[in-house]
């Protein structure tokens, strides 16, 4: 019987196939009964699973680090699910179970999860409470090696072509090991715009619906699926004439999409003669490869924490600048924004203690001023990187003038030291500053009078003014990008910055999106940075806007008091190019 699931779409196209539904093997233990000489027997089949899915996490990360298999974003989750396979509260607990209950290693580990589960659902902070998600996909992927389903969980792809992966959730390593294969989408039960499983989505351009509570349970595996990203539309079990409805519109989407390709030669420059400069975010020299093949004006953002993830210790110096360099170089001459670490919040090092409130904490520009070693290594390898290319220094949420005051201190000792060892590097390098705090975007002519450049980091911008933690299912809904206070603040910073001389970017997530790309350039911005994928799409809506005409337009949206009349202003805006 044919039946439509809605969800949140979070990356665009349409995908026809049959599903393919992840197994998930805590739903299937049974308890066994045993004896105590058997219960030691199960404590060691439990070590061994835990080795041989540490191993495996170890082994995505050396791929992810040394290639573009997945967004760096990636790493991090698995840097987290490694803390949880070697954590006493999940390891040694189940032991103790499974040493009290003369029971089976995958009953008892499934016991531990439900308890760690039901704590962390009473944490007051929404960010800790999240993890629980991560203690059940680390939980699953134990219980299958238990239960000898991992090899067939991970294998089942290889040999299907145009699969819709169903899942209740996706696991960074499950997205990894899927990337590896072909399908065509997938969808999952649980997720937001932000989550990992979106991110992945984008980066593949493939078409994704999150958020749909309860496909896994009603979809039954090789039925056949349409799967409308754009509108967030799942159609399970779809008629003949449904079916050549969207072939048809998959076949012209897919015209469309090749057609865009032709415009990496196009300048990137609105009907009435302004400019616009499309810059790619990367997180690790890997991503360069993308970045050239979408013909990016430059880097707009590089996310350096990515190179501090997941280790031990910490990169030094020289592995720093080997990083930048090899960036600045391949771009042969266009600019290459090298922000320095942006560790803390839902990014810890290993050797960093969890903060009460990791988002509220000392994250950022907060952790380097604490940390003046690890931000003076830093400093040093992207100023020595400066003489290979064209190289900015960008500095992550800044909240007060003292914070870029001691920013610019930290860089002027920097380039002492490399002074007095006669290292080459540009003494006049720019350095500009993340507007990502609400504070900041108010008091945004103290920072434009301290700073070459400034960009806005949408996405942090959003979660601070609305008080919505984005990694957050339960307020999901009130992470808007549209709310009135958003864009005031950022047309506040556009047109402060044009007023002063000062470039300003937008580096967030709704630089990328086309929805906003003519309401942005009503508002003024002229540097877009986003993922590489995202380039030929937002060049197709530049090329054909007149910013002449949508900036009254965009000045008017702006003084709207709600969102619900914001969003319709913003559809017509819209429209008017659709039509034109």
């Known amino acids: ?236 079990d779809p008629d003949e004439q449904v079916l050549d409805e969207y072939r048809i519109r998959k076949e012209l989407l897919e015209l469309e999409r090749s057609k865009l390709k032709r415009l990496k030669s196009t300048l990137s420059q609105t009907l009435d003669g302004i400019r616009i400069n499309l810059l790619a975010n990367i997180e690790m020299p890997s991503d360069m490869d993308a970045v050239l093949e979408s013909g990016a004006s430059g880097i707009g953002l590089y996310r350096t924490e990515f190179l501090f993830l997941g280790r031990g210790d910490l990169p030094s110096e020289d592995e720093q600048f080997e990083a930048y360099r090899t960036v600045a170089k391949a771009l042969d001459g266009r600019p290459a924004v090298i922000r320095t670490f942006d560790l803390g919040g839902d990014k810890m090092l290993d050797l960093q203690r969890t903060p009460t409130n990791p988002a509220l904490g000392r994250r950022a520009i907060r952790l380097s001023l604490v940390e003046p070693k690890m931000f003076h290594t830093q400093l040093r390898a992207i100023l020595r990187a400066s003489h290979y290319g064209k190289v900015k220094i960008l500095f992550p949420m800044l909240s007060h003038a003292r914070q870029i005051d001691a920013s610019l201190s930290a860089l002027a000792q920097a380039k002492a030291s490399l002074s007095g060892e006669n290292i080459p590097f540009n003494h006049d390098i720019e350095v500009g500053g993340m507007i990502e705090v609400p504070g900041a975007a108010l008091i945004v002519q103290t920072f434009l009078k301290r700073l070459s450049f400034l960009s806005i980091g949408t996405n942090d911008l959003i979660q601070y003014t609305l008080a919505v933690d984005r990694s957050d299912e339960e307020v999901a809904d009130l992470y808007d990008s549209l709310h009135p206070a958003v864009l005031t603040l950022i047309a506040h910073v556009l047109t402060s910055g044009e007023k002063a001389g000062v470039p300003v970017s937008v580096c967030g997530e709704m630089a990328g999106d086309p929805k906003f790309t003519r309401l942005l350039l009503g508002m003024g911005l002229k540097d877009f940075s986003m993922h590489s994928s995202q380039i030929m799409e937002i060049k197709s809506r530049i090329i054909q806007a007149d910013v002449g005409e949508i900036a009254p337009l965009a000045r008017r949206i702006i003084k709207r008091g709600e969102t619900g009349k914001v969003e319709e202003a913003v559809a017509k805006l819209n429209s008017r190019q659709a039509q034109s």
């Open 1 to 236: 019987m044919s039946f439509t699931m809605h969800g949140l779409g979070v990356s665009g196209g349409i995908a026809i196939g049959r599903a393919l539904l992840m197994s998930h093997a805590t739903l299937d233990v049974a308890r066994l009964t045993l004896t105590a000489r058997q219960a030691e027997r199960e404590i060691v089949r439990l070590d061994r699973a835990l080795n041989t899915v540490r191993k495996e996490l170890l082994n995505m990360r050396a791929q992810n680090k040394s290639s573009a298999v997945a967004p760096g974003e990636l790493i991090a989750f698995i840097d987290l699910h490694m803390l949880f396979l070697a954590d006493p509260e999940l390891v040694d607990a189940t032991k103790q179970i499974i040493r009290e209950r003369l029971c089976n290693a995958e009953w008892a580990l499934v016991q531990r999860m439900e308890q760690l589960v039901e704590q962390f659902e009473q944490v007051g902070d929404p960010y800790l409470r999240e993890r629980k998600y991560d203690v059940m996909q680390v939980v699953e992927r134990v219980v299958q090696e238990l239960l000898g389903k991992s090899a067939k969980a991970k294998g089942g792809l290889s040999d299907e072509a145009n699969r819709i992966v169903v899942a209740h959730d996706l696991s960074p390593t499950d997205a990894i090991n899927l990337k590896k294969h072909h399908f065509a989408s997938f969808v999952t039960d649980v997720g937001g715009a932000t989550s990992h499983t979106a991110i992945l989505a984008r980066s593949m351009a493939i078409p994704a619906i999150v958020g749909l509570v309860s496909a896994r349970a009603m979809i039954r595996d090789g039925e056949w699926l349409i799967v409308d990203g754009q509108r967030g539309v799942l159609i399970v």
